[in-house]
C-alpha cells in the first residue's frame, strides 16, 4: 500500500503518546501504514540501486534498509522512545566507513540524497586528494553534479579554504567537513504519489557518479589502514 495521511498521523500519535504499551497496542497499524509502504518501496527501488551498485543493500527490513522507529535509549534514557521521522537507506554494509544513497519523511519534511552521516576524516583527506588529483572518479563525478538539478551539497564548510589555489568549483567541494548531496522536497505530496519510486530511482541514478567518487575515497582510506 501507498503512503498516507494516516502514515503521518500514527508518527505523530505515537511521537505524542511515547509510550511502549501503546505501541505494542497499536503494533498493526504501524506494521500496516509504517512498515509496509517502506518495504514496497524498498522492492520498487531494488533495480535501480543494484545497477548503481550491485553489491548493495536492498532488504525490505526494520534494522536493515528500514530505520528503526524506536530509539536506543541506553545512549540517552532522558530523550523520547520514538521517533516521528522514518528512513531508508542503501548501502553495501551498515559501517560508518561507507556512503550511500537515503531517503527520509517524517510529517514536517520528505528528502532524500547520497553521501556520508560522519565520515572518517581519513576518507574525507583522500576525497580531497582525488580532488586534487583531478582524477576520473573527480572529472565524472563533477560533470554529473553539474548536470542535475534535484541535489545541493551539505552547507557546512571550514571558514578558511586550505586550498585557496583551487579553483571555486573545486572549493565547493575541497572545503567541506562532510560530504552529502540532499534534495529537499517543497511539501508531501510526493510522497503520496506513485511517482514517487520513479522520480527516486531517476534521481539516485543521476549521481551515481559522485556515489562512484565518494566509494573509491572509501576504498583508499581503506587501503591505508
Known amino acids: 500500500m501507498p503512503f ?8 505523530v500519535r505515537n511521537r505524542l503518546t511515547d509510550s511502549r504499551p501503546w505501541f505494542h497496542e497499536h503494533r498493526e497499524e ?17 533495480p535501480a540501486m543494484l545497477e548503481i551498485d550491485p553489491a548493495i543493500m536492498c532488504i525490505p527490513k526494520v534494522g536493515k534498509s528500514i530505520s528503526r522507529i524506536w530509539r536506543d535509549t541506553r545512549r540517552g534514557p532522558e530523550l523520547p522512545i520514538f521517533r516521528d521521522v522514518m528512513w531508508l537507506t542503501f548501502l ?4 560508518q566507513e561507507l556512503p550511500g544513497f537515503w531517503f527520509e519523511f517524517s ?17 574525507m583527506a583522500e576525497l580531497r586528494q582525488l580532488i586534487l588529483e583531478n582524477s576520473t572518479a573527480w572529472r565524472k563525478a563533477r ?23 583551487s579553483s571555486a ?16 522536497e517543497d511539501g508531501l ?20 557518479p559522485v ?15
Open 4 to 11: 498516507t495521511d494516516d502514515t503521518l498521523e500514527f508518527l
Open 30 to 46: 504501524y506494521e500496516k501504514l509504517v512498515v509496509e509502504p517502506m518495504a514496497e518501496l524498498v522492492t520498487a527501488l531494488t
Open 92 to 95: 553495501r554494509a551498515k559501517q
Open 107 to 123: 510529517p514536517r519534511l520528505l528528502r532524500w540524497g547520497c553521501g556520508w552521516y560522519q565520515p572518517p576524516p581519513a576518507t
Open 143 to 165: 560533470r554529473a553534479f553539474e548536470a542535475q538539478r534535484s541535489f545541493v551539497l551539505e552547507p557546512e564548510r571550514y571558514k578558511r579554504s586550505k586550498y585557496p589555489e
Open 169 to 184: 568549483a573545486e572549493r565547493e567541494w575541497l572545503d567541506l567537513k562532510s560530504a552529502c548531496l540532499t534534495h529537499c
Open 189 to 208: 505530496e510526493l510522497l503520496f504519489s506513485p511517482a514517487l519510486p520513479g522520480r527516486l530511482a531517476e534521481d539516485y541514478r543521476s549521481i551515481a
Open 211 to 225: 556515489y562512484e567518487l565518494f566509494m573509491e575515497a572509501s576504498a583508499r582510506a581503506h587501503a591505508q589502514k
